[in-house]
C-alpha cells in the first residue's frame, strides 16, 4: 500500500548546506512550528511559511551535537539532549538558555512529562536515567537501569517511566515509590529505539533494529502484536493524540500509519531521499512531520 497525503518539504538541504541529518523534531503546542535538532544546532521553522524562525547553536566541537529535543507542554521551553554529558533547557520566544545540568554520559533521549513539571533524560554510561525540575533545573532523582539504553517514555498520568534494559527487557519505573514494577523480555530482540506509551496507558510500543515494531500489554508485559512490514530499522515512532494510530520512521525511507486495534497497515508514505530518523505527530493530530539522512523536514496534512 503506497499513499501519498499532501506533503510539502519546508527544510530543504539547498536551504541548510551541510548542516546534516534532523535526528530529533517535535511540534510546538500551537501547531505554528517544527523544533529540529541538527548537528551542533536547535532550529525553529515556521510551518505555514516554511522559513527558519531562529536557529540555536546549542553546543560546540566536533563530538558534541545535539541528540533530541523536547518542547513543554506550554510551548515556552524547549529541552534538549546534548552528546557531551550536558541536558540543556531554552526559553522558547528567546533562544536564551535558562539552565543547564552535567549528567555522567551522553544524553541520548529527553522528555518532558505531561504536566510540563519535571525533565527526564537517559545517557549513555551506565544506562543512567535522571529527572530535573524543568522551572528550576533541580535535580529531583536519577537511576540506573542496569545496562545501556538509548530511548524512554513517560505515560499519560507522567507516573511512569519506559525504558530498555540493555537489550534484555522493556521495564517500567514508577517514579512515586522509585522502583521497577514491570519488566518485558525482550532478549534476541535486538536493539530498541524507540518507545511510545499509549495515551490511554493500554499499551507499551517498540520499534528495534530488527525491523520490527512490537506492542506489547502495559498490565501484564505480554506480547500482544507484531507489526511487519518496515524493510529497514525502525528508528521513531510516534502517536496520533487519540491514540488509534501509530507512525512509524524507518531506515527503509517510508513512514507508515498503522491501526491499533487491527494492526492493520493503513499508509505507507514516501517522499524523503534518506533513511527516517524522527517522525512527530502534531498536538491536535492535523499533520505529520518527518526528518531524515537527507537534511529535510517533510510535513503531511493529514486533514
Known sequence: MDTNFNHRTIRKKEDVGTQGTIISLKFTPDEKYI??????????????SGSQVRKIKATTGTFSWVNDVAISPNGQYIISGIENLRIKVWEFSSGNLVWEAKTKGAVLKVDVSTDGKFVIGISSTYGGISIWDLETGELIDKFKTGGVSRTLAISSDSN?????????????WDISTRS???EFKTKKLGDIHS????????????????????IWDFSTGELI?????????VYSLALTPDGKHLVSGSGDRTIKIWELSS???THSLTGPEGAIFAVTVSPNGKYIASGSTDQTIKIWELT
Open 195 to 214: 518507545l511510545v506509551i499509549t495515551p490511554d496507558m493500554k499499551y507499551v510500543i517498540s520499534g528495534s533494529w530488527n525491523k520490527l515494531i512490537r
Open 263 to 265: 494492526g492493520q497497515l
Open 180 to 182: 521497577t514494577i514491570k
Open 225 to 233: 502484536n507484531t507489526l511487519k512490514a518496515h524493510k529497514g530499522a
Open 35 to 48: 523544533v529540529c535538532a541538527s548537528k551542533n544546532y536547535i532550529e525553529i521553522w515556521d510551518i505555514a
Open 160 to 172: 511512569y517511566i519506559a525504558y530498555v534494559k540493555a537489550r534484555k527487557s522493556i521495564n517500567i
